[in-house]
Antibody, heavy 122, light 110 residues
Framework: QVQVVQSGAEVKKPGASVKVSCKASGYSFPSYYIHWVRQAPGQGPEWMGMIDPRVGSTSYAQRFQARVTMTGDTSTSTVYMELSSLRSEDTAMYYC???????????????WGQGTLVTVSS | QSALTQPRSVSGSPGQSVTISCTGTSNDVGKYNYVSWYQQHPGKAPKLMINDVNERPSGVPDRFSGSKSGNTASLTISGLQAEDEADYYCSSYAGTYSHVFGTGTKVTVL
């Protein structure tokens, strides 16, 4: 069965970087885009970007373009999301999620990780 | 990319129908048939309920249905049940390899 498992909670100081991992199993890892979505406390989800694990190509939301890097490792079926220059407003739950259509960059996402809470505090 | 606009809350009694709107622009909802809807219970990850405007993934009850007209998509829950009380978010492909979520709607079962 499809599973998406993320790394554990992080506490970071302002200005630092955080790297969250997302390990997928139960399907052909290279064949499905992985998206990253964050959700600040009491707020709605915000799309951050996505990666095509097959070739490593990425697309980021404009507001994160300068600070986010998404990478993938097909040997371990894991994708990573690194966010730099953290500020208190980046405190949120960060989710990875798999696209529901093979090879599609336009489709919705169906399988979600459990979320990784990133807290930015001095 | 601005968030899609949803009503803050809707409510209904058990058995009734409720409809949630999701208004975007001619560059996202109006241009692509890639609108999806997610249900989120407190402390849980979102769950896909509708994709491609009106397609229900396996396991989603048929009382959930989606539609679109122009720049506005809608999610209708027919025969409202207690377990449908949750937050609902729409999402759309927005071109140039980007996606956008809605502002969210809290559904209350009276």
């Amino acid at each position: 069965q499809v599973q998406v498992v993320q790394s554990g909670a992080e506490v970071k100081k302002p200005g630092a970087s955080v790297k969250v991992s997302c390990k997928a199993s139960g399907y052909s890892f290279p064949s499905y885009y992985i998206h990253w979505v964050r959700q600040a406390p009491g707020q709605g989800p915000e799309w951050m970007g996505m990666i095509d694990p097959r070739v490593g190509s990425t697309s980021y939301a404009q507001r994160f373009q300068a600070r986010v890097t998404m990478t993938g490792d097909t040997s371990t079926s894991t994708v990573y999301m690194e966010l730099s220059s953290l500020r208190s407003e980046d405190t949120a739950m960060y989710y990875c999620a798999r696209a529901c259509v093979k090879g599609s960059s336009t489709s919705a996402v169906d399988y979600w990780g459990q979320g990784t809470l990133v807290t930015v505090s001095s | 990319q601005s968030a899609l606009t949803q009503p803050r809350s809707v409510s209904g009694s058990p058995g009734q129908s409720v409809t949630i709107s999701c208004t975007g622009t001619s560059n996202d909802v109006g241009k692509y048939n890639y609108v999806s809807w997610y249900q989120q219970h407190p402390g849980k990850a979102p769950k896909l309920m509708i994709n491609d405007v009106n397609e229900r993934p396996s396991g989603v009850p048929d009382r959930f249905s989606g539609s679109k007209s122009g720049n506005t998509a809608s999610l209708t829950i027919s025969g409202l049940q207690a377990e449908d009380e949750a937050d609902y978010y729409c999402s759309s492909y927005a071109g140039t390899y980007s996606h956008v979520f809605g502002t969210g709607t809290k559904v209350t079962v009276l």
